[in-house]
Structure formats: structure tokens, C-alpha cells
């Protein structure tokens, strides 16, 4: 059963950081590209980060420069380092392995982790 775990989230000032982890399971974790998406409210679900199984990373222009991805097979767990977080970035994040027109690979979310940042 796939499933997905998120955590890490809450609410910071403007110019904060936030570290989001989430756990996979079911799935062949090191196989696959992993993403980080977040869902604004009254807007669509975005990928703002990916990492590979070879560690090449790609981010959103929105979050390049302030967001860092990064994953630890061993433990079936991606991560996402959020600097110099913005009002604009708050949302409920999610992870998923990303398919490679970068939509979500599975059609099981976890419940998210809401990041919350105050101006």
C-alpha cells in the first residue's frame, strides 16, 4: 500500500525556516524521483522541488535560491529545507514520486503538512 507521510510544518514569521520531511513506504523509494508539492488555497496543486535517484535536483523559479531538496534512501525519506520563507509560500505541502511530465506518480496523497508564514 502506498503511503505517504508528512511533517515539519507550522507557522513562522516572514525570513523564517522550515525543514518538511516525509515518509514513504510502499513503493521502490530509490527508484524513483521524489517531489515536493504544495497547494495554496484556491489554487492547483504545484511541484516546487524534485530530486533524483542520482540526487540532481530541480526546484520552481518561485523557491530556487531558498528551497533545498533532499532525500535519504535508507530510510525511505525526502526532505524539503525551506529558507527565507515568504507570505506567498504558504500552503499545504505534499510529496509524491514524480512521473516524468512531473505530475504525481500515485494517486495516494498523504494529508500534507501546512506551512503557514506571516508577514
Known amino acids: 500500500q502506498v503511503q505517504f507521510v508528512e511533517s515539519g510544518g507550522g507557522l513562522v514569521q516572514a525570513g523564517g525556516s522550515l525543514r518538511l520531511s516525509c515518509a514513504a513506504s510502499?513503493?521502490?523509494?530509490?527508484?524513483?524521483?521524489m517531489g515536493w508539492y504544495r497547494q495554496a488555497p484556491g489554487k492547483q496543486r504545484e511541484l516546487v522541488a524534485s530530486?533524483?535517484?542520482?540526487?540532481?535536483?530541480n526546484y520552481a523559479d518561485s523557491v530556487t535560491g531558498r528551497f533545498t531538496i533532499s532525500r535519504d534512501n535508507a530510510k525511505n525519506t525526502v526532505y524539503l529545507q525551506m529558507n527565507s520563507l515568504k507570505p506567498e509560500d504558504t500552503a499545504v505541502y505534499y510529496c509524491n514520486a514524480r512521473a516524468f511530465n512531473n505530475r504525481p506518480m500515485y494517486d495516494n496523497w498523504g494529508q500534507g503538512t501546512q506551512v503557514t508564514v506571516s508577514s
Open positions: 530530486i533524483s535517484l542520482s540526487g540532481s535536483t
Open positions: 510502499g513503493i521502490p523509494f530509490s527508484l524513483k524521483t
